[in-house]
């Protein structure tokens, strides 16, 4: 009698599992939810985990597992070696058919044995689903406390479930022969960006649940561009071509590798830690350097630079890890190209974005003001609006601490997106309270315009802010927008596109540090700018009579245009003077006043 209820407990658990097929669900859903069924249907059942892919991989371990005993799986990895070859689950696959486990006689488990005895199996099955003419086949293997438990339930449910689950797999198999356009890159042939998003959330998901690690290798051709240009895109193309050859030569069969835009490539490496992704990446950096195509009588070399992340060491979530390989990648093509940079090198920048994200996250960003007075007057016209981060004990993080680590990790338009919205929404409780409507000035960092969505949001939150104070301003609006030149070099037309809507809105233009770089005039000729910021450094030297008749050649121009000359910097009386003389209109330093956090009177 209790080898017939226990008969009939595993017919419903399956029974059960087969219903989502009905409900076209994906194979991984319905083998999971026959894994959960049968743990769940018996307490003899200690064990049940699954497998979905190709048979041949280098190695197979559980996808998913379920029961009391499930910690046993952590350690399942059967590659290709012949002991291995020789185990049930192996067989089981290679044979199509199902393979009983014996736990205490069969030789071909000799080496789970002590393990398995360890958590109370006494017996298992290995039962196979899937097309054996097929590459993508599954597997679901159980263990029970129990002997003689398969001999006494019979075969028959669990035929029937590898029979249905066969079915569903080769629907599966068509679906995704349709989805698999959209996941390919079709130069290449390679995962686009959005198919290894999907393996990366994967691999992250399983390493954190088995306390395993795994890398990721993004590299990017060195002078493309040039070489692109130069011989034309038919040839570029082909370059492409032998370097994807190259990788997947190089990479293993566990390992996955796409084409993540351009001429960058990322590849993730399963169960790998940052010694074994070092050894991988040198020797893709190697095979690449010596790669070359034959033009007419030319050799055309070409090479890679190469960034490292590892988890758990170098982030804990897919997207720090994605940051950190960008910036390790950023890091070596800074240092000379043609090498690999491993992320650990740039702790100190991750730990500080890493407060930075959250500070973010608890609202410990927070905007700081400094005032800008008229030089003539003395009087404030004006305040920068500055960036400070709240530590979790309590100190406050100065931006000249923080924003090279936030531009490193391209977190910039982050920072951006919270001072400016928190300052529109400050300067509209200002006018709305009956306060004079002080001129605002934020940054807006290239890193931002990158970022369309949060741009079209500060342009709504700007619409919004306008009428909640209720008091009509006039055409020109309180907040000065600050592109810093240094980081604007590019199209000036897109920057142009981006900031017309906060144009025509009334926000004004300024660009800050000028005379820092080489592409100021060519701003001053394409971009409506209203205000000009004199670089520190020069405003520093200003007493020495070179640098002078710069400072008062920078005057000129803004008279001559009509723009509002600010200096930056101004740390004592004779500064100002000096900058007075030279009919500089504003200014801002220490001199006047140190920034001081929104609502908080002291100084920092």
Aim: charge should be negative.
């Amino acid at each position: 009698m209790e080898a017939v209820q226990e008969k009939l407990s595993i017919y419903k658990a399956l029974l059960i599992a087969t219903k989502s097929l009905a409900q076209e669900n994906t194979p991984d859903e319905v083998l999971r939810a026959a894994c959960d069924a049968l743990v769940a249907a018996s307490e003899r059942i200690c064990l049940a985990w699954m497998y979905l892919g190709n048979p041949e991989s280098e190695t197979i371990r559980p996808s998913y597992s379920v029961g009391n005993a499930s910690e046993y799986a952590l350690n399942v990895a059967l590659d290709l070696s012949p002991e291995m070859m020789k185990c049930p689950s192996r067989r089981a696959l290679t044979k199509n058919e199902p393979v009983f486990i014996k736990v205490n006689s069969d030789p071909s488990f000799a080496l789970w044995r002590e393990n398995a005895l360890r958590y109370g199996f006494q017996e298992g099955l290995a039962l196979p689903i899937g097309d054996p003419s097929n590459p993508f086949r599954a597997l679901v293997v159980i263990f029970t406390d129990t002997e003689n438990y398969f001999e006494m339930i019979g075969m028959e449910p669990f035929v029937a479930f590898a029979q249905l689950a066969t079915v569903a797999l080769h629907q599966a198999r068509m679906k995704i022969s349709l989805e698999t356009r959209a996941s390919i890159d079709p130069l290449t042939g390679l995962l686009n960006r959005r198919a290894l998003h999907e393996i990366i959330n994967r691999e992250h998901a399983y390493a954190k649940r088995t306390a395993k690690h795994f890398s990721m290798i993004l590299f990017d051709l060195d002078r493309f561009k040039m070489l692109n240009d130069n011989y034309g895109h038919d040839f570029g193309d082909d370059i492409l071509l032998g370097i994807s050859k190259i990788a997947l030569e190089t990479l293993r069969t566990t390992d996955w590798l796409s084409r993540w835009g351009g001429e960058e490539f990322l590849a993730i490496l399963p169960d790998t830690d940052e010694n074994g992704a070092l050894k991988i990446a040198e020797r893709l950096r190697q095979k690449i350097e010596n790669f070359s195509i034959q033009l007419n009588t030319q050799e055309i070399n070409t090479s890679a630079s190469i960034g490292i992340a590892s988890y758990p060491r170098d982030g804990d979530t897919p997207e720090f890890l994605l940051k950190a390989a960008d910036a390790a990648l950023y890091e070596a093509k800074k240092t000379g190209r043609n090498c690999v940079v491993e992320a650990k090198d740039k702790r100190e920048v991750y730990s500080i974005a890493s407060k930075l994200t959250s500070a973010i996250a608890a609202n410990k960003l927070v905007p700081a003001s400094q005032m800008i007075v008229d030089l003539k007057t003395g009087k404030q016209v004006a305040e920068e609006v500055l960036a400070r981060l709240i530590d979790e004990a309590g100190n406050v993080i100065t931006a000249t601490d923080f924003i090279a680590a936030a531009m490193e990790l391209q977190l910039t338009h982050m920072v951006d997106y919270q001072i400016i919205k928190q300052t529109m929404h400050r300067c509209a409780l200002n006018v709305a309270a009956g306060g004079f409507p002080l001129v605002h000035f934020v940054n807006i960092s290239a890193d931002l315009l990158l970022h369309q969505s949060l741009i079209q949001e500060l342009f709504a939150e700007a619409q919004a802010a306008c009428l909640s104070c209720g008091v009509d301003v006039g055409p020109v609006k309180p907040i000065v927008l600050e592109i810093t030149e240094r980081q604007l070099l590019g199209d000036i037309s897109a920057v142009k596109a981006k900031l017309a809507p906060f144009i025509d809105f009334g926000m004004r233009l300024a660009i800050d540090d000028f005379g820092s770089g080489y592409s100021s005039f060519q701003y001053l000729a394409d971009l409506p700018v209203s205000f000009l910021k004199i670089e520190g450094s020069l405003v520093k030297q200003v007493k020495e009579k070179r640098v002078r008749q710069i400072v008062k050649r920078i005057s000129d121009i803004s008279k001559d245009l009509q723009l509002v000359s600010i200096a930056e910097f101004v740390e004592d009386a004779e500064t100002a003077d000096i900058l007075c003389d030279l009919e500089i209109d504003w200014a801002q330093g220490y001199f006047f006043g140190r920034p001081v956090l929104a609502n908080l009177p002291p100084p920092i």
